[in-house]
């Protein structure tokens, strides 16, 4: 079965920087749309930044965009998610997930939508940044 294994949380000071890994198992991510998401205790799960992994086209949520960055290596069939400029408000538990429909932009360039329904979740990563 497909495996998506999270790694790279931990505790830091805000202001600090993680980097997040997602090793994927039996299933390539080759082509297909990858993506980060959050959810801190109370919340709703949010998608934080994807990547199609075919053109490499990201988007991120507009809380993290300019701080956040995804990126993908198809040779160790790996997916990051580097964080800098880390504030409180990023506290979470972060979940690597894969497969989802691609979609289309106005200009017909293809994309992943941070709310498409992904098929496959890691077990997640707690990321605590303190003040």
């Known amino acids: 079965q497909v495996q998506l294994v999270e790694s790279g949380g931990g505790s830091v000071l805000a202001g600090g920087s993680l980097r997040l890994s997602c090793a994927a198992s039996?299933?390539?991510?080759?082509?297909?749309?990858m993506g980060w998401f959050r959810q801190a205790p109370g919340k709703e799960r949010e998608g934080v930044a994807t990547?199609?992994?075919?053109?490499?086209?990201?988007a991120y949520a507009d809380s993290v965009k300019g701080r956040f960055t995804i990126s993908e290596d198809n040779g160790k069939n790996t997916v990051y998610l580097q964080m800098n400029s880390l504030k409180p408000e990023d506290t979470a538990m972060y979940y690597c997930?894969?497969?989802?429909?691609?979609?289309?932009?106005?200009?017909?360039?293809?994309?992943?939508?941070?709310?498409?329904?992904?098929?496959?979740w890691g077990q997640g990563t707690q990321v605590t940044v303190s003040s």
């Open positions: 039996r299933y390539t991510i080759r082509g297909n749309c």
């Open positions: 990547i199609y992994t075919r053109t490499g086209r990201t």
């Open positions: 997930a894969a497969d989802a429909p691609i979609s289309w932009d106005r200009s017909s360039y293809s994309y992943c939508k941070l709310d498409a329904a992904y098929n496959y």
